[in-house]
């Protein structure tokens, strides 16, 4: 009896193991930044007979500025690291395990770094040394790649 009783709950206990997980339905973004963060490190220089390198997914936290000029940040000498942003913090997202976000925006510009250690890091600039300024439109998400690269040689 105590075998039969065992057995029933035994398969009644796998039932739920062995369904599919359900995919958690998310509300799609409108306006925002969807992107990817990745990471390459060391000696990027094509190499005869060699693969080229692969980025790897970076898993940080992605901090979403108000437009932050280099005048108003504290750099780390000449490199894309820096300690302080002294401009608005509009929000920060979490990305996954393959370095994927997404973050709702109001439209406007804004300037994005990522968390590498106890830095911010971002390595792009336009003509007025703005950095990392992103636009988000009116009905529109827009789509980012960042690659934190500054271990890597080219």
């Not at 990305?95 to 390595?123: C, E, H, I, M, R």
Request: contains cysteine; aromatic residues 10%; glycine residues 6%.
């Amino acid at each position: 009896m105590y075998k039969i009783l065992f057995f029933i709950v035994f398969i009644s206990m796998l039932e739920p193991a062995c369904k599919s997980p359900q995919k958690i339905q998310e509300t799609p973004i409108l306006e925002g930044i969807t992107g990817v963060v990745n990471k390459v490190a060391g000696n990027q220089m094509p190499r005869i007979g060699q693969p080229p390198a692969v980025p790897k997914p970076f898993p940080t936290t992605v901090f979403i500025y108000a437009p932050t000029n280099i005048s108003q940040v504290s750099q780390i000498g000449s490199s894309p690291l820096y300690t302080a942003i002294f401009t608005k913090l509009i929000t920060t997202v979490e990305t996954d395990s393959a370095g994927l976000f997404k973050v709702k925006l109001p439209v406007g510009s804004y300037s994005v770094f990522v968390q590498v250690n106890k830095s911010f890091f971002a390595n792009n600039f336009d003509i007025r040394n703005n950095i990392a300024l992103v636009a988000v439109e009116e009905g529109k998400t827009t789509d980012i790649k960042i690659t934190v690269n500054h271990e890597a040689s080219y």
